[in-house]
């Protein structure tokens, strides 16, 4: 989903018992001053100028080459149509999504603000961090799995972490916090998009991002206003309808949009949503409405920063409207920047002629301009507009960011059922494991993380993929149980747009029962909508993650083997399965080594002497002893880097490639095997079992030998 907004200032709204907003004689609240820079561009700006700049384009951050048709027309849009602004998005393939890169990014962003008159703003939907749309990016869990944590502070770092790297990539603008309140649990595009169904607590963690994000050089956006969280019906394929009176709409869906306004956000997106209790017109969306976007937002509420569109291309407006039609109804109604027209110059083309004409009022637009300017001059582009290319790679992807992003998801993985005490699986014992990973999604490799998270700790693993459209359910056999210990279950379901839901398909569900009713231990691991356990009343041990992203298939992995501790929340009812804010307690167990006490070593001091003689003879110049026991570790080095007395000793930070360990580690391997199945004995020569020794090389050697 694509979605996008701006800065400007706190208000302090008078309420009654009620809730409801009562207009004031003087509401509290900050004007922007009058910018000398910004009422000068103004009066200089011609009207093509002026329309220009309520348009934010979409951009893919892919090397251009200058001669190539897609640079031409970027230079197009920001030389003749005068657009105001950009959003970095990703492409689809057949395979999946692809996303722009950090410098070919700001690269771009450098060129077009280089053939620009007035600075352009950059944008991205950045929801879960800047890798949702760039590939070298920091990635973060959902907001639900956010919310599982339990700590506002952590979307306020979020926001944070998300604004550095973005300014580092030259984009100013942050299409987040989702600010809607998900109380339907049917709800296709919001979801684990959402910090979960409590207003309050919604309030909290989007206030806590908008700060984040905005005191370190971004405008946030708080979306989708009046509110997206209590429909059934994706709002890219068709208008959704918002059930409920105003005075539901002021004790839930309004909530975090006070709690964004209060915390100074500065820009809030508008949704494609039907509103029956504000807007009788139930053909309306908001992003039209003028009694939604005006009468509610700017007059009621006082909002004074930008508002932007949610993406025109979406089948809520498309359906209903041309795209010029859209256009000037959008501007009517209140909205400051149209996102992602579906036909530009169609919309340029109808702003121009309704000014013309006297439907749209200059004054309309140029109260607009002059709040797009003033957040332009805010965010420092007018002193500077341009990123520096060089200190990318110092701002972006630190690992720093990595581990904080890694800290969240893991604090939010939340534990509903555990009937049998399976978690945390132990992996310093012998442990088959079979994992199924199941995507509600088109996936060619669905759960490659979580697989890589497991597969270092178990001593074997049996992985079998399926997806909607290159392995389905159907086509698969199950492994018989004995061949298993544990059965591992993934289930990663995405919330996309144009998708229409967030269940699970019929087959799969039925071969997550089939392997339930195995017999067999089975942990479902669901990366995704909370609401699925609601298809498996049943199942005893039940891991929830609410993201799919790679950080926090990480995080399961961490868990389900004690590496973390299991401490998440539920943000939403479940019901008849969870209460808002149920979730169990697992401490961790982690496998961590000390190194061992003089007492122990002691113990080893034999098996030092065989090395010792062992290099005496020559068997090898030297080498590192590891013996790891009960979490204790003990190095001992011994020998030389050759066989010259004046070779530089072997230490315990010496380093072997795994080549010269091959050789001893599988033969010694083997000979402990065969010696205790008694068809090798240690003291009898070598040719006891090769008869060939006799005739090879070096007899001296061969009559010292032994097994």
Not at 67 to 93: A, C, D, N
Not at 287 to 308: C, D, F, H, M
Request: hydrophobic letters at 45%.
């Amino acid at each position: 989903m694509r979605e996008y907004g701006l800065l400007l200032l706190p208000i302090l709204l008078l309420m009654t018992s009620s809730g409801r907003t009562q207009k004031s004689a003087a509401p509290s609240r900050k004007v922007p001053r009058e910018s000398k820079w910004v009422e000068k561009t103004l009066k200089n700006m011609s009207l093509q100028e002026k329309l220009g700049q309520l348009l934010v384009i979409y951009y893919f951050g892919e090397f251009t080459s200058t001669e190539s048709p897609e640079y031409k027309e970027l230079m197009r849009l920001v030389e003749q149509e005068h657009v105001g602004g950009f959003i970095v998005g990703t492409t689809r393939w057949p395979l999946g999504i692809i996303r722009s890169q950090a410098y070919p990014t700001a690269v771009l962003a450098n060129q077009m603000q280089q053939h620009a008159k007035i600075p352009l703003l950059v944008g991205a939907d950045f929801e879960t961090g800047t890798a949702m749309r760039l590939d070298e990016g920091t990635s973060f869990p959902s907001a639900m799995a956010v919310a599982a944590a339990g700590n506002p502070q952590d979307a306020y770092t979020i926001g944070k972490i998300t604004a550095l790297e973005a300014r580092a990539a030259g984009i100013q603008w942050v299409y987040a916090p989702v600010s809607d309140v998900n109380i339907n649990p049917d709800n296709p595009i919001i979801n684990i998009r959402s910090f979960g169904e409590d207003p309050k607590q919604v309030g909290a963690f989007v206030a806590a991002f908008v700060r984040g994000a905005q005191e370190n050089g971004v405008l946030a956006t708080a979306k989708h206003f009046p509110g997206h969280g209590d429909v059934n019906v994706d709002s890219h394929l068709a208008l959704s309808v918002v059930p409920g009176n105003r005075e539901r709409l002021e004790k839930v869906e309004l909530v975090p949009f006070r709690a964004a306004i209060g915390a100074g956000v500065a820009s809030i997106m508008s949704g494609h949503l039907a509103v029956p209790a504000l807007e009788p017109d139930t053909s309306l969306p908001a992003t039209l409405s003028p009694k939604i976007l005006t009468g509610l937002l700017r007059n009621e509420l006082g909002y004074q920063g930008l508002v932007a569109t949610d993406a025109m291309d979406m089948g809520g407006v498309t359906t209903l409207f041309p795209p010029g039609e859209a256009a000037v109804r959008s501007i009517l109604a209140g909205a400051d920047t149209l996102l992602m027209p579906p036909v530009p110059d169609a919309a340029l083309a109808a702003l121009e002629d309704a000014v013309k004409s006297g439907r749209l009022p200059i004054a309309r637009v140029d109260e607009s301009v002059r709040r797009i300017l003033s957040a332009k001059e805010q965010i420092g582009l007018v002193k500077n507009r341009f990123v520096d290319i060089d200190k990318l790679n110092q701002n972006f992807g630190r690992p720093e960011f990595a581990a904080q992003a890694q800290d969240i998801a893991d604090r939010g993985v939340t534990l509903l059922r555990d009937e049998k005490h399976l978690l945390p699986l132990d992996s310093a014992k012998p442990l088959r494991v079979l994992y199924v990973a199941i995507s509600g999604d088109p996936d060619v490799y669905p759960g490659y993380i979580l697989e890589n998270e497991i597969r270092w700790r178990v001593d074997s693993l049996d992985v079998i993929r399926v997806d909607t459209r290159f392995a389905r359910a159907d086509n698969v056999k199950l492994p018989p149980p004995g061949s298993y210990d544990v059965a591992i279950v993934g289930l990663f379901v995405r919330v996309a747009d144009r998708k229409g839901t967030v269940g699970l398909p019929d087959d799969e569900a039925a071969l997550v029962n089939q392997l339930l009713s195995s017999g067999k231990p089975t942990i479902v691991a669901c990366l995704g909508s909370p609401y699925l356990i609601e298809r498996f009343p049943n199942v005893p041990t039940w891991l929830a993650e609410f993201s799919t992203n790679e950080v926090s298939q990480r995080a399961v992995g961490r868990t389900l083997f004690g590496q973390a501790a299991i401490g998440g929340i539920v943000p939403v009812t479940l019901p008849g399965i969870a209460k808002l804010g149920d979730g169990l307690k697992v401490a961790a167990n982690p496998m961590a080594l000390e190194a061992a006490p003089a007492s122990l070593s002691a113990k080893l001091k034999p098996a030092f002497e065989i090395l010792d003689r062992a290099v005496n003879d020559h068997a090898f110049p030297g080498g590192v002893l590891a013996v790891g026991y009960q979490n204790q570790l003990i190095v001992h080095p011994f020998g030389r880097l050759t066989y010259d007395a004046s070779s530089p000793a072997v230490s315990a930070n010496t380093i072997y490639d795994l080549a010269s360990l091959t050789k001893p580690i599988a033969t010694t391997t083997a000979i402990m095997m065969l010696t205790a199945s008694g068809r090798v004995q240690l003291d009898l020569p070598l040719d006891r079992y090769l008869p060939e020794w006799d005739s090879g090389p070096n007899p001296v050697v061969r009559k010292k030998v032994t097994v």
